[in-house]
Nanobody, 124 residues
Framework: QVHLVESGGGLVQAGGSLRLSCAASGLPFGTYAVGWFRQAPGKERECVAAIHWSGGYTYYADSVKGRFTISRDNGKDSVFLQMNSLKAEDTAVYYC?????????????????WGQGTQVTVSS
C-alpha cells in the first residue's frame, strides 16, 4: 500500500514555529521531487515549498520565503517543512505530495501521490 503520512501540525500562536514531517512507504520516493501544499477554507490548494530529488534545489512561494524551510532525508523516505514566524494567514491543511518526476514543480498536476493532510492553525 502507498502511504504518505504527514505529522507535526497543531495550534500555535502567531510568531511561533512548527515542524511538519512527511513519511513515505510503499512507493519510490528518494528519486522524485516532493512538495508541501496547503489549502485554506474557500481557497485553492497552493504549493508553499518543493524540493528536488537530490535536495539541491528548492522552491518557495513568495508568501513563505525566509520563514519556511523544506528539507529531505532520502535514506528515511522523509521530507520536512520547518515553519517559523507563523502568521494567522498560514492557517490551512498542509499536504505533502510526491512528484511525477525528479525535477521540482509548484503545480499540483505534477504530483500524483498525496498524503491525507495535517491541520495547522495559527492564532493571532
Amino acid at each position: 500500500q502507498v502511504h504518505l503520512v504527514e505529522s507535526g501540525g497543531g495550534l500555535v500562536q502567531a510568531g511561533g514555529s512548527l515542524r511538519l514531517s512527511c513519511a513515505a512507504s510503499g512507493l519510490p520516493f528518494g528519486t522524485y521531487a516532493v512538495g508541501w501544499f496547503r489549502q485554506a477554507p474557500g481557497k485553492e490548494r497552493e504549493c508553499v515549498a518543493a524540493i528536488h530529488w537530490s535536495g539541491g534545489y528548492t522552491y518557495y512561494a513568495d508568501s513563505v520565503k525566509g520563514r519556511f524551510t523544506i528539507s529531505r532525508d532520502n535514506g528515511k523516505d522523509s521530507v520536512f517543512l520547518q515553519m517559523n514566524s507563523l502568521k494567522a494567514e498560514d492557517t490551512a491543511v498542509y499536504y505533502c505530495a510526491r512528484g511525477v518526476r525528479p525535477a521540482l514543480s509548484s503545480y499540483t498536476a505534477d504530483y500524483n501521490y498525496w498524503g491525507q493532510g495535517t491541520q495547522v492553525t495559527v492564532s493571532s
